[in-house]
């Protein structure tokens, strides 16, 4: 096979993923590219997991991993809390789809509704994108108004609606999707983050059904979003009357148990949520105002019902996972401490990269953690810190994949599995994790060096 990343770190990886590189070549005749994730996709071929604990997880050749994907940011409590796994095993057996209500849903839906400010009523759906397509058409019911209006760079899911202006390059304002259709982008209206001037002029001319956002700011604090903007948002759609919907489906649970609403104080008019949500199974929910969320009733003063199905909504198995895991983040140890490694991971980063002499910088907020490579800015004073002015097109642009693939390589040498360049970390992480993850870094950047990729 052609040499694809890099001749040091591409050699010394296949060595040391040997199982893996067999397990790729008979997943590439399954599916697209080897992965069912475009995320998963990893030259020259991803590492496979065989088993996972705490904030471990380990390749079927017992190699093990500092993991910073944490299920897609679903595992705040880590892989495999007892809790969960206690809860998921005693229910099994007693039945995992009855199709019909059940009390393990109540007990879930009255958890989201303890921690989550806006929730004053549930519906559950199975995934984060379930959440957010729900939102949007709920707000169009409710609004009798049809446009939605989206800031660039936020993603909330693959669906049509809500996929164009996910990602970079964003500076072309040309939208185009492959297979979205042009119906489709007529009705969305898109922002630059954190200016508020521009969404209220947007607001006026569009006159849209709702306003959705990261409830950090896009690709979970990329590029962030903080209180002042957060609250003049609130203001300003209240004042005109336009649906205001936070996608917490990252954030929820995470930034604190009550999410970024919570953290901030701040009642959106619709919340989405998943992932930590559902305990690390799948799930997803839409909550907020009872005068909106009505609209799913039969009967209701809208004079339109949202219809609703949806076979695994509410199931039992991610019910018991999702009210078990929110059990315990509701204590708020969870948040604390995973906030609390997470800004231990940033600062140990920018000492190494000034140690090493490397242009790169670490950044984030809570427990979450961003590097970017190319930096040529101040270095970091502290978690306010937010390098290049916030300016999206340069805290999300497209980074060289060859050098993208080869980093993630390199630190997987050196046993950690970031998430791209980002990383997600758990109340399960401990502080000599992140000085693992630290050497693993310093050990990356070296072979970087000498395979001719960074300076
Ligand atoms: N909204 C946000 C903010 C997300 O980060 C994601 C997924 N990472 C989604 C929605 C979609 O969630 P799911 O993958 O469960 O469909």
Redesign the pocket.
Known sequence: MSQVVAGGIEAAYREKFRSSAQLYERGCRVFPNGVTHDGRYLRPFPVYIDRSEGSKKYDPDGNEIIDYWMG??SLLLGHSHPAVVEAVVRQAPRGTHWGANHELEIRWGEWVRKLIRSAERVRFVN??????LMALRLSRIVSGRRKVLKFAG?????HDWLMPAADAPYDTGNWRMPGVTEGVLSDLVVVPPNDLEATSRAIDEHQPACVIL?ATGGH?GMVPMRGDFLRGLRKLTEEKGVILIF?E??TGFRVSPGGSQGYYEITPDLT?M??ILAGGLPG?ALAGRADIMNALEFDNPHGQKMRHPGTYNGNPLSAVAGAAALEVVATGEPCRRANELGRRLRAGLNELFVQKSVNWIAYGEFSMATVLPNYDGPPSSGDDFIPCDNSLTQLDRKIDPVLTHAFRCALLLGGVDFFGWRAMLSSAHTEEDIDRTIEAFSGAIDLLRADRLIP
Not at 127 to 132: I, V
Not at 154 to 158: Q, T, V
Request: without cysteine; aromatic residues 14%; hydrophobic residues 30%.
């Open positions: 897609h940011g995934s984060g994108t379930e959440a957010t936020h993603f909330h899911g693959w990261e979970w996608d489906v990252i989405t998943a992932k997803g």
